[in-house]
């Protein structure tokens, strides 16, 4: 029941964020992995590394921002309806453009444990933050 509310308030302060100021996260830790090119085959996730990064998701500006040590700039190009997904978490999925003009994917997605995840999926690589509201 408290995972179902916990979706039910993101779900809204995102679709309220639809016709409002933009929503800012705190990321706390990252990870990622890159696709190995020559097998097609994805490498093992990294170690979970701490980090102090603001983020910024403004869908009036349908723009998010990373302010990590090198600012990641991405264009939502397109919405796409809330999903489950096979881990038992909830997420909702928007087409990106970065600042280089690669096409990918963002995910805003809570897992099974009620953590709040930032995605960046990209052909050969896949960010992960974790993140909580507020600057």
Request: overall charge positive; charged content about 25%; hydrophobic content about 35%.
């Amino acid at each position: 029941m408290k995972k179902t509310i916990f979706i039910l308030m993101l779900l809204l302060s995102i679709s309220l964020s639809l016709n409002a100021e933009a929503l800012w996260y705190k990321a706390y830790k990252y990870n990622y992995h890159t696709k190995n090119m020559s097998t097609g085959e994805w490498n093992p996730w990294n170690k979970w590394q701490k980090c102090d990064v603001d983020v910024k998701i403004d869908t009036d500006k349908e723009v998010v921002i990373i302010y990590s040590n090198k600012t990641q700039t991405y264009r939502i190009t397109e919405y796409v309806t809330a999903l489950d997904d096979v881990k038992g978490g909830s997420q909702i999925k928007m087409k990106i453009i970065d600042q280089d003009g690669d096409k990918g994917d963002l995910r805003l997605r809570v897992d099974k444990n009620d953590v709040l995840q930032i995605y960046i999926d990209f052909s050969n690589v896949t960010w992960v933050y974790c993140v909580r509201l507020g600057k």
